[in-house]
């Protein structure tokens, strides 16, 4: 019996010694083939602090601005509010399939009313999540020119990805080459601001990943800017003179062929990326912002 219990021991010894080699063994290999094996773990550059936070839960609507948030693959969320989850039913998306429940008649009356001032002529949208738009259906040509735009970039209403980052220096360069006007961060509509005294302008130019804490953020594409950066955010009316939009035009234009043919000439300004790890991780203002260029 004595030699029974012995052996008994040893053997449970040694299982136990077994399973916590194992266990470590798995952890280091889940570690390397995560962490180790992506060739830029090395290479993060600190590049400034999340300055701001902004949302947009009707497309095309004003602003929230946020003190922290959550990181989804359709973009920010605040309980249970979405990026850009409303649209009004007269927006138009070509030829691409977009999923939408309608508001109902009393949500359009009032749309009506405030935008239109009549009973009629406006209905409210809105996306639930449940599906995506397929852009290698109705966007090959995107998909051909800019290779990391996926299924997986678009948010609900969002144009063509989720996250739009903005570089608060790159803002400051704009208005140094403006003499009658000033502008704000905000006339871009971005989704995350990112500040700090050395960055440069432009810097943004030449990013590939962006990483905030757990979260990591790929590049999919520049975002060329239309006549929306000549709306002055807090009265709604046009800046004179179609600033800064002349202004950037001069420096700032897509030169690529291909690029031009898809969407022509417009200047660029701040970049769209796509969150691949982190998902449903919190972003909060003064966070660290930490990049892998190109």
Known sequence: ??????????????????????????????????????????????????????????????FLKLKRARCTT?????????????????????????????????????????ILDTETGLRLGFHDGSERRSFEQDLPEYVEVYKNLKNESTGLYADLANYLFVNESSVNEVNSRLTDIQISH??????????????????????????????????????????????????????????????????????DVKNIKLEGEHPLFGSYFDIIEGENELIEVGAAVFVKKR
């Not at 007269?90 to 977009?98: A, E, F, R």
């Open 74 to 114: 359709f973009g920010l969320k605040q309980f249970e509010e979405d990026e850009r989850a409303f649209q009004m039913l007269d927006s138009l998306w070509g030829k691409q399939k977009v999923m939408t429940i309608d508001c109902g008649d009393e949500a359009a009356t009032w749309v009506s009313r405030y």
């Open 186 to 255: 905000r006339n871009f509509r971005p989704n995350i601001v990112i500040s700090d005294n050395k960055l440069p302008p432009f810097d943004e130019d030449n990013w590939e990943y962006i990483k905030i804490n757990n979260l990591i953020f790929k590049f999919v594409k520049y975002c060329p800017r239309c006549l929306v950066v000549n709306i002055d955010v807090d009265t709604g009316s046009r800046i004179p003179g179609r600033e800064p939009l002349n202004v950037m035009g001069s420096y700032r234009k897509l030169k």
């Open 1 to 62: 019996m004595l030699n029974y219990l012995n052996s008994f021991s040893q053997n449970y010894s040694l299982a136990l010694s077994s399973a916590f080699t194992g266990a470590i063994l798995l952890a280091f290999y889940i570690f390397k083939s995560r962490v180790l094996n992506i060739p830029w773990y090395k290479e993060w550059k600190y590049v400034g602090k999340v300055s701001d936070l902004y949302m947009y839960p009707l497309k095309s609507g004003r």
